[in-house]
């Protein structure tokens, strides 16, 4: 059975850094593309980091370029998202997400996967 366990959320100081973990299970890394998105109530998803799991080619959005990092550990089946330099806007519900059918650019712009973990909460408060 397939599944994703996000963890790692957290409340945060602005400027602060946490790292978010993907544990997938059902699957191997290998052939699949891992995003990272985010949620806030009233808004649309946004993808904002995404990673080859073969290769480990990523992509960013615009909006965390330079300040979060994905990176992924095949030998454990988990991914990773640390995130640094943290802003109040950077407060959503993170979840991670599994696919076969996009490159890792599509994978974050068409924020549509196979298989989705059940999220986790950050926040960025002072």
């Known amino acids: 059975q397939v599944q994703l366990v996000e963890s790692g959320g957290g409340l945060m100081q602005p400027g602060g850094s946490l790292t978010l973990s993907c544990a997938a299970s059902g699957f191997t890394l290998d052939y699949h593309v891992i995003g990272w998105y985010r949620q806030v109530p009233g808004n649309q998803r946004e993808g904002v980091a995404c990673i080859t799991g073969s290769e480990g080619d990523t992509y960013y959005s615009d909006s965390v370029k330079g300040r979060f990092t994905i990176s992924r550990d095949k030998s454990k089946n988990t991914v990773y998202l640390q995130m640094n330099s943290l802003k109040p806007e950077d407060s959503a519900v993170y979840y991670c997400?599994?696919?076969?059918?996009?490159?890792?650019?599509?994978?974050?712009?068409?924020?549509?996967?196979?298989?989705w973990g059940q999220g986790t909460q950050v926040t960025v408060s002072s």
């Open positions: 997400a599994a696919d076969r059918t996009w490159t890792v650019q599509a994978m974050c712009i068409m924020n549509e996967a196979n298989y």
